[in-house]
Antibody, heavy 121, light 108 residues
Framework: QVQLQQWGAGLLKPSETLSLTCAVYGGSFSGYYWNWIRQPPGKGLEWIGEINHGGTTNYNPSLKSRVTTSVDLSKNQVSLKMTSLNAADTAIYYC???????????????WGQGTLVTVSS | SSELTQDPAVSVALGQTVTLTCQGNSFRSYFATWYQQKPGQAPLLVIYGQNYRPSGIPDRFSGSASDNTSSLTITGAQAEDEAVYYCNCRDFRGYNLIFGGGTKLTVL
């Protein structure tokens, strides 16, 4: 059974950099876009961006200047970095996958457990 | 515009049918996907594409679309269906994903 396991620092100070990793266990790494989505406490979902096994990325225009994603094919892992954090970045961060089917819009069919990141001085 | 609009809250009596809607220009080009999120859990895919359900999703969940509106229908709502439901699609550029604000469904 394919699982996504994610981890990273949970408490950061303003201006610091968020760093999260998501590992894929029990399944293929290629053939998918690996997405990051966040959810502020009590609020809705916000898409951050995605990366495929070849390193092609798409980012939310509102976050693009602060976000970087990368892949480690040897470990089947994807990583998210977000710079210049502020309190508004406090959220649960999820990784999720969606299959690559040409230009078709495919669903986020598998999600990680989420990581709560709190930005506070 | 690249927005998806959902009603913030909807209620349904146990066993009755309820339809949740999501409005957006993206639906002129793409089908919506729908996610169910219960407290303390990650979102769960319930409907995608024209009207497809992942394995394990009950057949009381169905999807449809018309013009700029996508809909999720639960036929015979159960207590365990109480959750927040999010719609999701690509934006008009076709590269970015967008989510609706979510509909909190209460089963009475």
């Amino acid at each position: 059974q394919v699982q996504l396991q994610q981890w990273g620092a949970g408490l950061l100070k303003p201006s610091e950099t968020l760093s999260l990793t998501c590992a894929v266990y029990g399944g293929s790494f290629s053939g998918y876009y690996w997405n990051w989505i966040r959810q502020p406490p009590g609020k809705g979902l916000e898409w951050i961006g995605e990366i495929n096994h070849g390193g092609t990325t798409n980012y939310n225009p509102s976050l693009k200047s602060r976000v970087t994603t990368s892949v480690d094919l040897s470990k089947n892992q994807v990583s998210l970095k977000m710079t210049s954090l502020n309190a508004a970045d406090t959220a649960i961060y999820y990784c999720a996958r969606r299959a690559i089917r040409g230009v078709s819009f495919t669903p986020l069919d598998l999600w990680g457990q989420g990581t709560l990141v709190t930005v506070s001085s | 515009s690249s927005e998806l609009t959902q009603d913030p809250a909807v209620s349904v009596a146990l066993g009755q049918t309820v339809t949740l809607t999501c409005q957006g220009n993206s639906f002129r080009s793409y089908f919506a996907t729908w996610y169910q999120q219960k407290p303390g859990q990650a979102p769960l895919l319930v409907i995608y594409g024209q009207n497809y359900r992942p394995s394990g999703i009950p057949d009381r969940f169905s999807g449809s679309a018309s013009d700029n509106t996508s809909s999720l229908t639960i036929t015979g709502a159960q207590a365990e269906d109480e959750a927040v439901y999010y719609c999701n699609c690509r934006d008009f550029r076709g590269y970015n994903l967008i989510f609706g604000g979510g509909t909190k469904l209460t089963v009475l």
